[in-house]
């Protein structure tokens, strides 16, 4: 049974910086891309960052430089180093992998709140 669970969501002020995490358990890890998605209230789904089974990354344009994705292999987790943190960053995040073996898997989410 394939399971993504994150942690590290909470509230932050604006400027501040939050490190999420997922970790994945049911699948061979090495061989996923892993992504984080965000879902804002009232707003669809949108890809924050992918980090390739190669460690190719890419972001989505209001993230870059903020933002960093990388995985650890060894621990079967992936992380998203958030930093500069904005309002409109707020959102629930979600773990997503994929392989030519399967998925897409999600985890249930992580609220980030980023507020003064």
């Known amino acids: 049974q394939v399971q993504l669970v994150e942690s590290g969501g909470g509230l932050v002020q604006p400027g501040g910086s939050l490190r999420l995490s997922c970790a994945a358990s049911g699948i061979i890890f090495r061989f996923n891309a892993m992504g984080w998605y965000r879902q804002a209230p009232g707003k669809l789904r949108e890809l924050v960052a992918v980090?390739?089974?190669?460690?190719?990354?890419t972001y989505e344009d209001s993230v870059k430089g903020r933002f960093s994705i990388s995985r650890d292999n060894g621990e079967n987790t992936v992380y998203l180093q958030m930093n500069s943190l904005k309002p409109e960053d707020t959102a629930v995040y979600y773990c997503n992998a994929r392989s030519l073996y399967g998925g897409p898997y999600w985890g249930k989410g992580t609220l980030v709140t980023v507020s003064s």
């Open positions: 980090i390739g089974s190669g460690g190719s990354t």
